[in-house]
T-cell receptor, first 113, second 114 residues
Framework: EAGVAQSPRYKIIEKRQSVAFWCNPI?????LYWYQQILGQGPKLLIQ????????DSQLPKDRFSAERLKGVDSTLKIQPAKLEDSAVYLC???????????FGPGTRLTVL | AQSVTQLDSHVSVSEGTPVLLRCNYS??????LFWYVQHPNKGLQLLLK??????LVKGINGFEAEFKKSETSFHLTKPSAHMSDAAEYFC????????????FGTGTRLAVRP
């Protein structure tokens, strides 16, 4: 079974630029999550999707961050414009129905200069 | 509110000696508890999960954890450390009442000395 796929693996941008990350969850997993992991900290949930609907985006900085999962499968997370404090690893995870076990992708490491 | 505390930010052990990574949680409800491991530049991998079926949970790579409700603890142990165990370990809690939202601890970095 293929795992959660994310791309790119690494991205370096300058502040005020825009960036987008892509995630393809495990096939059949209805729930998808985006996390932000700042160096030295545990992951923090940004947004949770159930199919193509948003379940929880209470910790998403909506003035600059957006996410979509239009067809209920893959998802994109966008930052526009980026700030220095957005430097982090962005993790995507997915969960099959009927369980609370999340499966994580390898993450995208973003560096904002 | 749910929370989880990992008591040690860094733990260093010699290869072949026991590992103990400590985790305490706060909750008014029965939680699900997890331990995840993160190797450098790798994604988070599930080590083990507690869901009330048994208080002693066995995971992958020889790790296990014991749920102690009276102590609100879920410490991770391994009898004999291997060099490949060097990584960051996260204790995670979730509750059905929170919509299965994961709350991560701050992590414990395990170093294994030859």
């Amino acid at each position: 079974e293929a795992g959660v796929a994310q791309s790119p693996r690494y991205k370096i941008i300058e502040k005020r630029q825009s960036v987008a990350f892509w995630c393809n969850p495990i096939s059949g997993h209805a729930t998808l999550y985006w996390y932000q992991q700042i160096l030295g900290q545990g992951p923090k949930l940004l947004i949770q999707f159930q199919n193509n609907g948003v379940v929880d985006d209470s910790q998403l900085p909506k003035d600059r961050f957006s996410a979509e999962r239009l067809k209920g499968v893959d998802s994109t997370l966008k930052i526009q414009p980026a700030k220095l404090e957005d430097s982090a690893v962005y993790l995507c995870a997915s969960t099959p129905a009927g369980t609370d076990t999340q499966y994580f992708g390898p993450g995208t490491r973003l560096t904002v200069l | 509110a749910q929370s989880v505390t990992q008591l040690d930010s860094h733990v260093s052990v010699s290869e072949g000696t026991p590992v103990l990574l400590r985790c305490n949680y706060s909750s008014s409800y029965s939680p699900s508890l997890f331990w995840y491991v993160q190797h450098p530049n790798k994604g988070l991998q599930l080590l083990l999960k507690y869901t009330s079926a048994a208080t002693l949970v066995k995971g992958i790579n020889g790790f296990e954890a014991e749920f102690k409700k009276s102590e609100t603890s879920f410490h991770l142990t391994k009898p004999s450390a291997h060099m490949s165990d060097a990584a960051e370990y996260f204790c995670v809690v979730t509750f059905k009442s929170s919509g299965d939202k994961l709350t991560f601890g701050t992590g414990t970095r395990l170093a294994v000395r030859p």
